[in-house]
């Protein structure tokens, strides 16, 4: 599945997730689905685990929910 936001892109499937940050330094985030945390409220993604941290804010809320049902995980919130 192929999310646009306004900083870039995501990249998703049921294992993995790669989010590409448009700019000059193109940026690529990637994590496996199971590091992955969606937190409602915030509409952000925060990954955390085996040597990786970082956190992406959305636009909006049906952003999120079209992630999470790619996914397959749930949104927490906050």
Not at 21 to 28: I, R
Not at 31 to 50: F, P, R
Not at 51 to 56: E, H, I, N, R, T
């Amino acid at each position: 599945m192929l999310i646009q936001f306004n900083q870039g892109r995501i990249v998703a499937n049921n294992r993995d997730i790669m989010i590409k940050l448009e700019g000059d330094a193109k940026v690529t985030l990637q994590a496996q689905v199971d590091e992955v945390a969606l937190i409602g409220g915030a509409n952000v993604i925060t990954a955390l685990g085996s040597g990786l941290s970082w956190s992406v804010r959305l636009d909006n809320r049906d952003q999120l929910d079209s992630l999470a049902a790619a996914i397959g995980i749930a949104i927490q919130e906050a």
